[in-house]
């Protein structure tokens, strides 16, 4: 089964302070995602990567960067967290590689629910 | 973008009948994938449909696919306590956009 683990499911951090949330996948996926979910908006693609070292920008990348040093983890960075930055974040892995990334199934973390006071 | 919206937003029933859900996208899609998930925790992925598949099946789920409508819909037979969750369509071509999910309550 595939496993993907995220490094805390809850956290909580003070405006400013710099975060890192770490996501790891135990199957040598080549894709891996950051999705922020919040009330009313659904799930919001943050970053992605489909390679080791590459990223691409989700919809919502401003505020956040991340790093993918090896294949099997991908970190979330929020460089000056913020109270808006208050979610739960989810990570999820995927097959590749492929243009289309939506042709295969994601599998997803259990959550990192942050809250920035 | 490709936010289209899940509908409806809630839907409670008795256990043992069926529920369907719809999901709406605007632009052409080369997939589309249903995912449930449990209160508090991540998604679990359902059914994967091709663009050029009108209709799937895992067990009591159904999705079709209206690409001239630019719909789909997951049906769930025969609902179960345990299918209590929320459900989310995934659409897109390089990557997926998800809605904001249909919370499914079933009455036991």
């Known amino acids: 089964d595939v496993k993907v683990t995220q490094s805390s499911r809850y956290l909580v951090k003070r405006t400013g302070e710099k975060v890192f949330l770490e996501c790891v996948q135990d199957?040598?996926?080549?894709?891996m995602f950051w999705y922020r979910q919040d009330p009313g908006l659904g799930l919001r693609l943050i970053y992605f990567?489909?390679?080791?070292?590459?990223?691409e920008k989700g919809d919502i990348p401003e505020g956040y960067s991340v790093s993918r040093e090896k294949k099997e983890r991908f970190s979330l960075i929020l460089e000056s967290a913020s109270t808006n930055q208050t979610s739960m974040y989810l990570c999820?892995?995927?097959?590749?590689?492929?243009?289309?990334?939506?042709?295969?199934?994601?599998?997803f973390g259990p959550g990192t629910r942050l809250t920035v006071t | 973008s490709q936010q289209g919206e899940e509908d409806p937003q809630a839907l409670s029933i008795q256990e043992g009948e069926n529920a369907t859900m719809n999901c709406s996208y605007k632009?052409?899609?080369?997939?589309l994938q249903w995912y449930r998930q449990n209160s508090g925790r991540g998604l679990v992925h359902l059914i994967l449909?091709?663009?050029?598949?009108r209709e799937k099946h895992s067990g009591r789920l159904r999705v079709t696919l209206d690409t001239s409508k630019k719909s789909s819909s997951l049906l769930i037979t025969a609902s179960r306590a345990a299918d209590t969750a929320s459900y989310f369509c995934?659409?897109?071509?390089?990557?997926?956009?998800f809605g904001t999910g249909t919370r499914l309550t079933i009455i036991p």
């Open positions: 632009t052409s899609i080369n997939n």
């Open positions: 199957m040598d996926h080549e894709n």
């Open positions: 449909i091709r663009s050029n598949e």
């Open positions: 995934g659409k897109g071509n390089e990557k997926l956009t």
């Open positions: 990567s489909y390679d080791v070292k590459m990223k």
């Open positions: 999820a892995s995927s097959l590749g590689p492929g243009t289309y990334l939506s042709s295969y199934e994601q599998y």
